[in-house]
């Protein structure tokens, strides 16, 4: 043990995280060519692309609309159908419900590759099996969120009041019954909460999906690009934003109110 | 009828054994105090008899059938007519007073009615009797949550009712009310257990409260049993024997009176 040393590195710790920081920070800006000029010099074109946009051109805007309420479907068939099953899924990788270790890996891996993979990247794949349209991209946003809600679920169902189990289990119950009567009604509250907090995730993630061809406006947004429609392109934005904003307000308030429920 | 033939059991974490080497026969519709001071087994040793924990050793038969070795199916028949009662009334908060009764009855229904939220209308006379029995009709639609500690228990009284059992397992029942509620939870659970001829078996912190209302009493030291006999025959002797030499079995017996 060097004595000397602690008091040292303690003194001077502020100047080492600096200097650690410093170092990461340049290695990472050099890395991806961020600079100050080339963001300066980019200025003038980016003032042109987006006088080019205005204004917006409303002539498709049904269209369009049919494209947000579409891809509004999609999340919420992505969303639901992900939660449905994630649900029973869950029950096998929470450590206090299984104990059966061969399970609750494997579905802890399953869990861990759906999530561990993007939407996007889940959406091509998609594609590629079952072709353009709504559906790969119902399959996307399916996929990942039974990664990322199985997660989430079988990680509230651990922290579940295991006194209370006991005493469903004293009844002379069965497991099933177990869970259906002490544990479901513990964790329900918490399980709606990131249903619909996945349901904003999702909206998001679909409306870039129509860039790989898995439906919803980015297929708009994609082919107004390439056919330099500016004017479209702003009003394909300005719907997303309007949407995203108002979905997440929506949902925001309805989650709060189940988490009042909760705290009464 | 609860037969216990040498019991031992010892958490894995631990060098002693919390319960060692407990026999016991208690018969049907007794009501029996198991006292004795924090971590001297008499929790441990009620949680084994409905195998809540299962023992490292030793044999337990509640109605002559031997819940330790059996079977799944066989251990929820047998827990089916053993009613338990928890310190912290472990019920749903969230839900109705009535759906925790009907917890009570879900050994009498298979997965398949449960997993769709069915109880029989048999089921539902057997619970809002039992919350007539207790006193709770007027509460019957609210959520656990807004009820008072006292009612709480109540709650998980007629929870244990209505799985119609032949034994009702108390775990500190009364440890975290008022003086007055204990009083008065002890006065219903006695006197139902005796108009049902329910076996009652209690386990207390308090030793006025076990020679007032169990007709026998066990005292337990270091998971041992060192006392077991009527209350009338409880000696100062005994008392130092089962809670030690500190004068702490004093606040366990004033407390509350």
């Known amino acids: 043990m060097n004595e000397r040393n602690k008091p040292f590195f303690k003194r001077y710790k502020g100047i080492f995280i600096g200097i650690i920081v410093v170092v990461v920070y340049y290695w990472a800006l050099t890395g991806t060519n961020t600079s100050a000029t080339a ?30 309420v579409e891809t509004l479907q999609m999340a919420i068939v992505g969303s639901t159908l992900g939660a449905l099953i994630a649900l029973p899924l869950s029950f096998l990788a929470a450590r206090n419900i299984n104990r059966n270790k ?64 006991k005493a469903i289990m004293s009844t002379g119950a069965t497991k099933i019954q177990m869970i259906m009567r002490g544990i ?66 929506i949902s925001a308030y309805i989650r709060k109110r189940v988490v009042q429920v909760e705290n009464i | 009828m609860i037969k216990i033939k040498k019991l031992n059991h010892r958490y894995n974490n631990r060098k002693e054994n919390a319960v060692r080497d407990v026999s016991l026969h208690i018969r049907r519709g007794e009501n029996v105090a198991i006292i004795g001071s924090s971590g001297s087994g008499k929790s441990t040793l009620l949680k084994c008899m409905n195998k809540l924990i299962e023992p490292t050793s030793g044999n337990i038969l509640i109605n002559d059938e031997d819940i330790i070795n059996a079977n799944k199916n066989d251990v929820n028949r047998i827990r089916s007519k053993i009613g338990m009662i928890f310190q912290n009334f472990n019920l749903i908060e969230r839900n109705t007073v009535l759906s925790n009764v009907l917890n009570g009855r879900l050994s009498y229904n298979n997965s398949l009615s449960t997993l769709f939220g069915r109880f029989s209308k048999e089921d539902h006379l057997i619970a809002n009797e039992n919350l007539k029995r207790v006193g709770l009709t007027k509460h019957t639609h609210e959520k656990v949550m807004n009820l008072s500690g006292g009612q709480k228990q109540r709650v998980a009284i007629a929870r244990a009712l209505s799985q119609q059992p032949n034994v009702i397992l108390a775990d500190e029942p009364v440890s975290s009310l008022d003086p007055k509620l204990m009083k008065e939870i002890m ?16 386990s207390l912190h308090f030793l006025d409260f076990a020679k007032k209302f169990s007709s026998r009493i066990i005292g337990m030291r270091d998971g041992k049993i060192v006392f077991d006999d009527e209350p009338a025959q409880l000696t100062e002797k005994d008392v130092v024997d089962i809670y030690g030499k500190t004068k702490d079995w004093y606040l366990y017996g004033k407390a509350g009176f």
């Open chain 1, 184 to 249: 479901i009604p513990q964790v329900k509250p918490l399980f709606i909460n990131y249903t619909l907090y996945y349901l904003e995730n999702n909206f998001r993630a679909a409306t870039v999906l129509g860039l790989v061809g898995a439906g919803g406006i980015g297929m708009e947004l994609l082919t107004s690009m390439r056919l330099f429609r500016s004017h479209e392109v702003l009003t394909i934005l300005i719907i997303m934003v309007v949407m995203v904003a108002a979905i997440d307000r």
């Open chain 1, 39 to 68: 963001f300066a010099e980019g200025i003038p074109n980016m003032i042109d692309f987006v006088q080019r946009m205005f204004p917006p051109d409303f002539s498709n805007l049904g269209m369009f609309l049919l494209k947000a």
């Open chain 1, 102 to 165: 061969i399970t609750y890996h494997l579905v802890r891996t399953l869990f861990d590759i759906c999530r561990g993979i993007n939407e996007l990247v889940w959406g091509l794949i998609f594609v590629s099996m079952v072709g353009l349209g709504p559906f790969p991209g119902v399959l996307a946003l399916t996929t990942h969120v039974i990664g990322a809600l199985g997660r989430y679920f079988s990680e509230s169902i651990e922290t579940v009041d295991s006194e209370v189990i």
């Open chain 2, 187 to 202: 006065d219903l659970l006695g006197n139902i257990c005796k108009e049902k001829n329910i076996t009652l078996v209690v």
